[in-house]
């Protein structure tokens, strides 16, 4: 009986699923542009920088809104705008993409201001804080349901460094480790929630959003860019705590040109350098690989939701789950091979 | 860059972000969380020892019990041997008592009546003799001659050996 209702209740789901799919494909941008109708959700911005939110001065500075026509109404409470309920038509969509080259001018580089990234960021931190503080907080000897949780993710992030690190390291460096892994996961999983999207400050003269009040921190760069150095920081910590000064001559085998003769010392030399090019390198493959993986989930859940609303983006979702944790694993993972790199005792 | 969003300031800011992260994080979740972790394996490993150790200790408890058990079984069983070996002898000892003085008794009862013969005897000899003298008179009275002299003498003591006979 239960199981010709879950046939029957799955048969539903998916007839209204493939309904919904025809009705975005029909009603989205690529249906529109075959009938010639208005698309339901007003085509995208996508900025690469991150928008300043406060000072509001800024935020209106950056994007060109004019203060005296909608600053009271944008500035006064982000207001909650659902897309659907935009009306505009290509004709107003071409002039936002002409006035995005004019007001898309990112912040200088030693200009400050609060932007949408660093909130969402900081809302990351106060959520990855409060479940594991909660989670620990009670710290008994016979764990309950959540601490459970919490220990066995502890217990699988040192059960895989140790695979690297061997146990007493991994336990060592288990918290920076652990806390690139959450910060990079959260940061990604949390920027899937529909609250980024449709949080934000509309323009003066449309209804659209124009800067989100919330943008998942992964899409800028200066986040990835500070893991990155936090992550070799501390590798190179890591190694002068290891070996001494004598870590510098993995780089810089100066010495090797008298013992070994002055052959093989240049060659190693050579070496040296692009070991050190390399350690450097890392940081800005480190950001890069984030960075865009990052990006490109967010632009495309965007761009999904443009071509075809409704349910394809669900699919997309599920990816971008998928894509949040291999990143995060990935950066954790890599900063766990490169500190082994440079505490391994290899002789040179 | 800066058309990619670089910015000093902003980095900063992630930097500290993520170093007060992983301050309260290191604070409030690693340390006591694996701490508790320490513990709980550390506690875990000791119950387990401390299981082995109780269980090996029943066991050789019960060993000893019934190592004990046998000794005390084979002690009364000893004990036993030994008191049915000391009833036996005694018994023994006993019988050769009993059998002995009742051998003395018979012996001695004997040569009792060995000697109240030879008294009896004895007696009977002496009053013989009177019994001869009163038969001589008797005799002589009669002044009968040598051969019936004999005679009276020989049926005097035929009758004396008769009643001694009986007598005794």
Known sequence: MAGVLTKKLLLIVGLVMVALLIVGLVRGAIGSAILGSEPLIPRPEIHLPPQPVFPASSRELHLGLTPASGESASEADPHAVAPTDEHGDAAASDDAEGQEEAHSTPLGINEFAITNTMLSAWFATIVIILFFVLGAGKKSLVPGRF?????????????????????????????????????????????????????????????????????????????????????????????????????????????????????????????????????????????????????????????????????????????????????????????????????????? | MTQLGLNIPTLIVYVVNFSILLGVLYFFAYKPLLRAMDQRSERISESLAAADRARDEAANSQAAIAEQLNEARREGQRLLDQAREVAERYREEEMVRARSEAESFVERARTDIQRERDAALDEVRVSFGDLAITAAERVIRRSVDRQAHQELIAQVLEESGDSLRRGS
């Open chain 1, 147 to 348: 601490q459970s949780v919490i220990e066995s993710i502890f217990e699988a992030i040192i059960n895989f460094s140790s695979g690297v690190l061997g146990h007493d390291m991994a336990r060592k460096a288990f918290p920076i480790v652990a806390t690139i892994f959450f910060f990079v996961l959260f940061n990604a999983w949390l920027g899937l929630l529909p609250v980024y999207q449709f949080l934000g400050f509309v323009g003066a003269d449309d209804n659209l959003i124009k800067v989100h009040l919330l943008r998942p921190a992964g899409t800028d760069l200066n986040m990835p860019l500070a893991l990155a150095l936090v992550s070799f920081v501390f590798v190179e910590v890591w190694g002068f705590k290891a070996h001494g000064f004598g870590y510098l001559a993995k780089f810089f085998p100066f010495a090797s040109i008298i013992k070994k003769g002055p052959f093989q010392g240049l060659i190693d030399v050579f070496v040296g350098l692009l070991e050190f090019i390399s350690e450097l390198i890392r940081m800005v493959s480190f950001t890069f690989r984030l960075f865009g993986n990052m990006t490109a989930g967010e632009i495309l859940v965007v761009m999904i939701t443009f071509l075809v609303p409704l349910v394809a983006t669900n699919f997309v979702y599920g990816l971008e789950l998928l894509v949040g944790l291999i990143q995060s694993v990935i950066f954790a993972g890599l900063t766990l091979v490169f500190l082994s790199v440079a505490v391994s005792h290899e002789e040179h």
